[in-house]
């Protein structure tokens, strides 16, 4: 084995940045490829061997890393907002921020995050996508409701998006005129198909035989569906990686951030910094949680009542008691 080189990656859409460095710091090569497969072929059989390298965690990383990976000796991915070399900087350009990442990798300085496995990482973009797909049938149902109030036609909530009753609705009520309707049924087919879209990607994920054993023991735990179970499966990935609940706690979001300084400590509510997907499906699950399980309704109960008891012994007015 001769010496080892190293290499800082900055990574972008269309082109790659980067910068080539022996132990003592000395520049080999430096500049800038295009972000194509076969760009990094020519690029590879360029390179002196063997060699180690670094990049920054971007929406593009994890096809490059993939691609990397067997050519390298070892191969790092960079936590973005602890590269504070690079965001302090008063230049910064791609050149040199490939140059930094390739000072932080060469002198042990870089700021590591974890990479999933690519089986992990490509059933969480079906997730992830699943999603989306609920956010736009959600958006949609909502536009279904606007387009009624708009022309003044009452309607029953609860039963507005049930398909009997939507036709009916349509067929029945005479400030329904035909533009309207049009577009309604447009809305309606729209849900239906992604519903079904929803649904089948949902079955798919279930039944993968990667996850299938690890979503049933989670589904074990009271109140804890098929979609908790998928996201806190794909979003947490490899849970050895987690060395201790404040370490999973911090990564789901659910503690405030710290800022202490001198004898002023500051805490805010809930962290930006964290997982916001398994953030958002905790919460949703925790306020469902009382409404499945009826043992965890009470715990919550007999805590409101704690709550409220420690309240009204205090020395505050009344009109500050809280109403739970």
């Known amino acids: 084995m001769g010496p080892m080189y190293y290499i800082g990656l900055d990574v972008h859409k269309r082109t790659i940045s980067y910068c080539v460095k022996d132990i003592s710091g000395k520049i080999h090569a430096a500049g800038s490829i295009p972000a194509t497969r076969l760009d990094l072929d020519r690029w590879l059989r360029s390179l002196p061997q063997p060699w180690t390298a670094a990049m920054e965690a971007t929406l593009f990383t994890g096809w490059i890393y993939d691609y990397l990976k067997p050519h390298a000796a070892v191969l790092k991915v960079?936590?973005?907002?602890?590269?504070?070399?690079?965001?302090?900087?008063?230049?910064?350009?791609?050149?040199?921020?490939?140059?930094?990442?390739?000072?932080?990798?060469?002198?042990?300085?870089?700021?590591?995050?974890?990479?999933?496995?690519?089986?992990?990482?490509?059933?969480?973009?079906?997730?992830?996508?699943r999603n989306l797909l609920v956010r736009q049938m959600v958006q949609t149902k909502n536009k279904i409701a606007v387009l009624l109030m708009e022309a003044g036609v009452t309607y029953n909530k609860q039963k507005?998006?049930?398909?009997?009753?939507?036709?009916?609705?349509?067929?029945?009520?005479?400030?329904?005129?035909?533009?309207?309707?049009?577009?309604l049924r447009s809305c309606r087919e729209t849900v239906v198909r992604l519903q079904r879209t929803e649904s089948a990607l949902v079955r798919s994920l279930e039944r993968d035989f990667l996850l299938m054993d690890r979503v049933e023991r989670l589904m074990t735990i009271p109140a804890v569906g098929p979609i908790t179970a998928l996201t806190w499966a794909l979003e947490i990935g490899d849970v050895t990686r987690l060395s201790s609940i404040k370490k999973a706690i911090s990564y789901c979001g659910l503690c405030g951030e710290e800022k202490s300084t001198g004898d002023t400590t500051q805490r805010t509510p809930l962290s930006k910094q964290r997982n916001r997907h398994l953030q958002t499906i905790l919460i949703e699950a925790a306020k469902m949680a009382p409404r499945i399980s009826p043992d965890l309704a009470c715990s919550t109960t007999e805590k409101n009542r704690k709550a409220i008891r420690i309240v009204r012994l205090s020395p505050w007015p009344e009109s500050w008691w809280p109403t739970w």
Request: with cysteine; hydrophobic share 35%.
């Open 78 to 129: 960079a936590h973005p907002r602890m590269l504070r070399a690079i965001a302090a900087a008063k230049k910064k350009n791609d050149r040199i921020d490939a140059s930094k990442i390739c000072d932080c990798l060469r002198c042990d300085f870089l700021p590591e995050c974890y990479l999933a496995s690519t089986e992990i990482r490509e059933r969480r973009r079906t997730l992830r996508y």
């Open 160 to 183: 507005l998006h049930r398909a009997g009753y939507f036709r009916e609705l349509l067929a029945t009520n005479p400030h329904i005129d035909e533009g309207l309707c049009s577009l």
